[in-house]
Antibody, heavy 118, light 113 residues
């Protein structure tokens, strides 16, 4: 069974940092692009970042470019999102999402809540 | 960026009745190779999103056949032939043709009338 389990969310002050993790199981992690998507509670879905199978290519939404870094450890079957210089508007539930060669989003994690507040 | 526009944003439907959600993109989602990366997701209250339809009209495993997707180019539709109580939630279309960024529609909230 495919499973994606996010962790690392919590309360952080503006300007602070947080690292999210997404542990993958039940499939060959290194065969898939992976993404982070976020959702402000009560609002819609917003794509954040993407990483290629071997980590050699990454992309970011303009709103997080230069502050967030996506990475992966295929030996540990884990996806990461390093979030620096956090802003109040980064408050959201963050989901990791699997991408099967354009057939995007067949598996999602349960999400982890990040709250940026003083 | 490709803008995805859904309508309606709120959809009250009686049980057993059909429902239809429109999704329009600001540019064609068809690739030169003949693929169209338009997907539909359902998010039930308190749950993570779940994909229902991929590449316009392909139903995911385990998705009831009352759900269907259609369309081409810039105009797409998600149809539920007979709404059931478990269909309550928010539905999103999403494009994966022109990236980055990948973009979602605003969401359509389906409720039982």
């Amino acid at each position: 069974e495919v499973q994606l389990v996010e962790s690392g969310g919590g309360l952080v002050q503006p300007g602070g940092s947080l690292r999210l993790s997404c542990a993958a199981s039940g499939f060959t992690f290194s065969n898939y692009w992976m993404h982070w998507v976020r959702q402000v509670p009560g609002q819609g879905l917003v794509w954040v970042s993407r990483i290629y199978r071997d980590g050699s290519a990454t992309d970011y939404a303009d709103s997080v470019k230069g502050r967030f870094t996506i990475s992966r450890d295929n030996a540990k079957n884990t996806l990461y999102l390093q979030m620096n210089s956090l802003r109040v508007e980064d408050t959201a539930v963050y989901y990791c999402v699997r991408d099967a060669n354009g057939e995007w989003g067949d598996s999602w994690g349960q999400g982890t809540l990040v709250t940026v507040s003083s | 960026d490709v803008v995805m526009t859904q309508s309606p944003l709120s959809l009250p439907v009686s049980l057993g009745q059909p429902a239809s959600i429109s999704c329009r993109s600001s540019r064609s989602l068809a690739t030169r190779a003949g693929n169209t990366y338009l997907h539909w997701f359902q998010q039930r209250p308190g749950q993570s999103p779940r994909r229902l339809i991929y590449k316009v009209s392909n139903r995911d495993s385990g998705v009831p056949d009352r759900f269907s997707g259609s369309g081409s180019g810039t105009d797409f539709t998600l149809t539920i032939s007979r709404v059931e109580a478990e269909d309550v939630g928010v539905y999103y279309c999403m494009q994966g043709t022109h990236w980055p960024p990948y973009t979602f529609g605003q969401g359509t909230k389906l409720e039982i009338k």
